[in-house]
């Protein structure tokens, strides 16, 4: 029995087709506390509520942005069970950026659309390169990146016996 699901090995991917991750994720005001707290980031339109009260013209109507690690880390998140579940490692992640604010209360989705596929130098396993893209549930795209995974190869993994 398989704690892996068998359709996210290597040989399930093809280059050109999006998967569109079914779970959401709604990104509340501790979980920027807690990710901007420990990663000591002193951006203060990320928690300091005063400062963003004062100029609310410059930070979008008094409202403080979610940190953008955390809209990263929690769109990786979302889409890993279809694409990294049977990964042996993150390889790269290139050409990230953010394309439009997140605020406390909004709920992100994700969808990962296959780039390229190709052979690593382990027989085991080969690399997959996804466009991760996070959006609000109204569709607005808050986060793109490149993302390479190294991935199990199936035909190695599940021999039969």
């Known amino acids: 029995m398989s704690i892996t ?76 069970e279809d694409t990294s579940e049977n990964a042996i490692a993150e390889v790269e992640m290139d050409n990230g950026r953010h394309t439009n ?15 390229e596929k190709r052979d690593s130098n382990r027989p085991d396993a080969g690399l997959v390169k996804f466009k991760l893209v996070g959006k609000k549930a109204d569709g607005t795209v808050v986060v793109e990146i490149d993302r390479t995974v190294l991935i199990k190869r199936k035909s190695h993994y599940l021999k039969k016996a």
């Open 101 to 115: 604010p997140v605020f406390h209360g909004d709920t992100i989705y994700a969808e990962s659309t296959v780039l």
């Open 5 to 80: 699901s068998d359709g996210s090995y290597f040989e399930d991917f093809t280059v050109g087709d999006t998967l569109v991750h079914q779970r959401g994720r709604t990104i509340t005001e501790a979980d920027n506390h807690i990710f901007t707290s420990m990663v000591m980031n002193t951006a203060e339109l990320h928690f300091n509520q005063d400062l963003v009260d004062r100029d609310p013209k410059t930070y979008y109507n008094g409202r403080r942005v979610v940190y953008g690690g955390v809209v990263l880390a929690f769109t990786v998140g979302l889409a890993s």
